[in-house]
């Protein structure tokens, strides 16, 4: 039996160690000692469960996502009272290593020389607030990045994460976090990876007709 450790700052790898075991029993209660350290620093315990090394569980990191989106765009709503913020992206990269947040206004987009073109472009937005409220789901996706038993194919993992991002914020956007009518008709959702392909059907999933012919109109432009 193995026990892992993990600590570092929110959203980066920090500092790892791994202990070999002899027993099950042994491993536990140097994992039960672990966590009344931490809570004896001031530390409170968000999540306890077992993990199966050959199964990920997609629907815990899109509770996650949900949780962690809808706390980071009241986050730079708060931050940014003076701004209107039509615009709100998760992001992730081609290995589904992170996960983070892009947020933009329409003073942003107006005072940008980049145009239409920033819209679609997350990279290039404005306010990035709220980020550490992806570390539970970020530390969810470390499994398969350490030195971990991790038996799922890759392939399966990089598009359940990538999906469980979309749903998340499909979730929200179903509940009315990014408004509704012709407020809504006016806001950008996107999910990003970074330096690839967009991911097929997430546009039309995340965005009402008005936002998809918005942004067929751009892309046309480019063609042409």
Not at 68 to 77: G, I, L, S, T
Not at 113 to 125: D, F, V
Request: hydrophobic content about 45%; aromatic content about 12%.
């Amino acid at each position: 039996m193995t026990v892992w450790t993990a600590a570092g700052a929110a959203m980066t790898w920090g500092e790892d160690t791994r202990k070999d075991y002899a027993s099950e029993a042994e491993a536990h209660a140097t994992y039960l000692a672990h966590c009344r350290a931490a809570l004896a620093d001031g530390h409170t315990l968000a999540r306890e469960s077992d993990i199966d090394p050959a199964v990920f569980d997609f629907a815990l990191l899109q509770t996650l996502l949900a949780d962690a989106a809808r706390r980071a765009f009241d986050c730079v709503r708060r931050a940014h009272p003076d701004q209107h913020i039509d615009s709100f992206a998760l992001v992730s990269d081609d290995s589904a290593m992170t996960i983070g947040c892009m947020a933009n206004s329409r003073e942003a987009l107006a005072a940008s020389e980049y145009g239409e073109e920033m819209l679609w472009n997350p990279a290039e937005w404005a306010f990035d607030d709220g980020g550490a409220y992806f570390d539970s789901a970020y530390r969810l996706l470390l499994q398969a990045h350490r030195e971990l038993p991790f038996d799922v194919d890759f392939d399966t993992f990089r598009s359940g994460v990538f999906d469980a991002c979309i749903a998340a914020l499909a979730q929200l956007d179903a509940e009315g976090v990014f408004g509704s009518g012709a407020q809504r008709e006016e806001f950008v959702l996107l999910f990003e990876v970074s330096d690839s392909e967009p991911v097929e059907g997430a546009m039309a999933r995340l965005n009402p007709p008005a936002v998809v012919a918005r942004f067929e109109a751009w892309m046309a432009s480019w063609a042409n």
